[in-house]
């Protein structure tokens, strides 16, 4: 077939797929960033002396993990529009993988926080932290430069399970693919060029993270 | 709403199978693929570490739906057409088997070598080393990995709604469409996959619990 | 000069589950007192001294914080009578502690260390927390080591930042844990050396420990406990050189079979070490 007529179609299409990239980047950040406090929180509620608090974190893991990421974004489209309340795609698949990550990320942060010796929250409370104070000033900033390696992986799995919002029509990365893809009639090509992106995107995060703890465990 | 319910269950009940049908096949074609994957990683290590690198790369950086489109929409380009069924199916089992050869490798890394070296040194063969000494602790360490593995292919063949396949995702989308009722069908959606995972969680803690070798000594 | 002890316990009990650990204590802190428990391990006494802070929580019996009730609103002593955190924070605020384990926070430097406690609890502004924390680092010898991190330091030098930390926020009490347990033999004196320089000061301390003939020399009153209870109190030249029970005889038998002068000196505190008294003997 003719390769240089797709090669120019996909040129011009290359301002669409950068477009594309970007709103997958945008939102899987957005869903990391979301979930990183909310799997805290998570955390948090798991660990509490109330049984009704750390009952539904325990459920609320369970069932973001133990569901297809694809069904939990249609839950979060359809569910609320028959409830009379319209959500546009970008917004429904932001909630759904914010909450999504929220799960996984509350799994490894909680690995990081209970690394933290006691002694140390001992020490807070003496000197008369808060609770507050303590979780953030403390252990935080401990917990994500533990679990660094875990959260870029996350964040690498958070950008490949983005790819079903193109169901509900998000264009990102994936639907341009298949804008792509039905304007050239060259589905192979196109969806392997998507594909390449994504794998762009991939190895570049691994590289960043590897390079960082790196960096960071050779600071001591 | 309840009735309503009752007069889905069989259509769920066939989807279940679809889906069930799907993951398992792609499941235990991919554990097979991945474990000969492996071995010949391990065979022939020199000529085949770049090519497995790069296989496990593709395939790991990748969305798994990129990866079914392809195989689904870009194949018949080159000569290859399958039925949405049988796509998924190769599409999944290629994708799983990345995935399991990286836990082989890594359950076959966990044995420590100086295990296998006084094996060698008090002279017992390769076969033997290899049946009493590594596979009994390779697969107790495999084997939680290997059943969160398989939970992620029965999640991922949701995917496959997307190409048609009448799994259980299609098949609750195409009653919410039809019958304009959102919550019921999708709780119900929510709770069968929620409870087809939980059954492989399950199924493997009681497998390990049960097989004497497969029980973690330390 | 006050009479109101700046710590009371009175009737003191802790128990964990079936096991009763603190079975009535009494005991008055004055200002300006030195006051060293002693003991075997598991005789209560770092439950008693973490009761006095609330790190640990008593379920019998009152401790009073300079007139103050610790930790319970009213006489009832379950969870529903716990005052507030807020409450709680604010009673112990003249109270300050010294851990075992040094407890410092290893993603923060030493200065960090040192001023976060007043900037988050006492709302010190960052710069005048930090003026402090020098000040504190330079009372301890340690003001060259501020921008340091922690597990750069050894366990000596730990120990005397969390000693700067304790002493940052200005405390009127200092409560220490076996400050030099976890210490190497070589790195103990340069603690020890700094905590009597702070007792010389007049601060009031309650410190647990088992360093003995260190205990003899500084404190104003020692307490041996047993089985979370005291068996007997006193100055120290009573109860090491005088003792009265049997039982405290049988714990201090190892120090006195090796020799080991621990009465105090009459004319106050000099420094010197169990080899050189040894020597002396």
């Given at each position: 077939m003719n390769d240089p007529d797709f090669l120019a179609h996909a040129a011009s299409y290359l301002p669409q797929l950068l477009q594309g990239a970007l709103t997958t980047l945008w939102l899987s950040a957005l869903a990391v960033v979301c979930g990183f406090f909310a799997g805290i929180f998570i955390y948090t509620m798991s660990v509490s002396q109330s049984r009704l608090l750390s009952t539904a974190a325990r459920v609320h893991v369970s069932m973001f993990r133990g569901t297809p990421v694809l069904v939990q974004l249609l839950v979060f489209y359809y569910v609320p529009s028959a409830l009379g309340l319209d959500l546009p795609g970008a917004v429904a698949a932001a909630i759904a993988l914010s909450l999504n990550t929220a799960a996984y990320q509350s799994q490894i942060l909680g690995v990081g926080f209970r690394s933290i010796p006691r002694g140390q929250i001992e020490a807070a409370v003496t000197f008369n932290l808060t609770r507050r104070q303590t979780l953030w000033y403390i252990e935080v900033p401990q917990v994500v430069r533990t679990t660094l390696p875990a959260l870029v992986s996350e964040m690498i799995d958070v950008i490949k399970a983005s790819a079903v919002v193109s169901v509900i029509s998000v264009t990102d990365l994936m639907r341009v693919g298949q804008q792509l893809s039905s304007s050239t009639y060259r589905p192979l090509e196109a969806y392997s060029l998507a594909a390449c992106f994504y794998l762009g995107i991939t190895t570049l995060l691994s590289i960043t993270g590897h390079v960082y703890s790196r960096y960071a465990t050779r600071r001591g | 709403m309840m009735n309503n319910l009752i007069t889905i269950l069989p259509s769920y009940g066939a989807a279940v199978l679809v889906t069930l049908e799907v993951s398992v096949l792609a499941a235990l074609l991919g554990i097979a693929g991945g474990f000969v994957i492996n071995a010949l990683r391990l065979r022939f290590t020199r000529s085949l570490a770049l090519p497995y690198g790069f296989f496990v790369w593709l395939i790991r950086g990748t969305p798994y739906l990129s990866q079914l489109v392809v195989i689904y929409f870009g194949l018949p380009a080159l000569g290859v057409t399958m039925s949405a069924v049988q796509a998924t199916i190769v599409s999944l089992a290629l994708y799983s088997s990345a995935y399991f050869a990286e836990i082989f490798r890594a359950a076959w890394n966990s044995v420590p070598h100086g295990q296998l070296e006084a094996a060698q040194v008090f002279g017992i063969s390769r076969w033997a080393r290899f049946r009493v000494i590594e596979l009994p602790q390779a697969a107790a360490f495999a084997l939680p990995l290997l059943a969160n593995q398989v939970i992620l292919v029965i999640k991922e063949s949701s995917v496959a709604s997307i190409i048609t396949v009448p799994e259980l995702t299609m098949t609750a989308s195409g009653i919410v469409s039809a019958t304009?009722?959102?919550?019921g069908p999708y709780a119900l959606l929510i709770v069968a996959y929620w409870l087809l995972t939980q059954a492989v969680s399950l199924l493997a803690q009681q497998v390990s619990a049960r097989i004497p070798f497969l029980r973690k000594t330390s | 000069m006050s009479a109101l002890p700046i710590i009371q316990l009175r009737a003191v009990g802790k128990s964990y589950g079936a096991n009763r650990v603190l079975k009535g204590i009494d005991l008055d802190v004055m200002r300006g007192e030195i006051v060293t428990l002693i003991g075997p391990?598991?005789?209560g006494k770092t439950t008693a001294l973490r009761c006095m802070n609330f790190l640990e929580a008593y379920d019998e019996g009152e401790i009073w914080i300079k007139g103050q009730l610790l930790g319970y609103r009213s006489t009832g002593r379950t969870l529903r009578d716990r005052d507030s955190e807020a409450t709680i924070a604010e009673i112990r605020r003249p109270v300050s502690m010294v851990f075992q384990q040094f407890n410092l926070w290893p993603h923060m430097s030493v200065l960090d260390n040192v001023a976060t406690p007043l900037v988050l609890a006492k709302k010190v502004p960052k710069s005048e927390a930090r003026r402090k924390a020098l000040a504190a680092l330079t009372r301890v010898g340690l003001e060259h080591k501020a921008d340091v991190y922690p597990t750069r330091l050894s366990g000596g030098q730990q120990q005397r930042v969390g000693i700067a930390r304790a002493l940052a926020i200005e405390p009127e009490v200092m409560l220490l844990d076996e400050p030099t347990s976890a210490l190497d033999p070589e790195l103990v004196e340069e603690v020890l050396t700094v905590i009597r320089s702070l007792a010389q000061e007049g601060m009031t301390m309650v410190m647990v420990t088992h360093e003995m003939s260190f205990a003899a020399k500084i404190s104003d009153k020692v307490v041996f406990m047993e089985a979370g209870r005291i068996v007997e109190a006193g100055p120290p030249a009573q109860l090491f050189g005088n003792t009265r029970t049997t039982r405290l005889q049988q714990f201090l038998k190892p120090w006195f079979d090796r020799s080991l002068s621990i009465a105090a000196p009459a004319d106050g505190m000099t420094a010197s070490t169990p080899q050189v008294e040894a020597a002396q003997a």
């Open positions: - | 304009y009722t959102y919550i | 391990s598991g005789s």
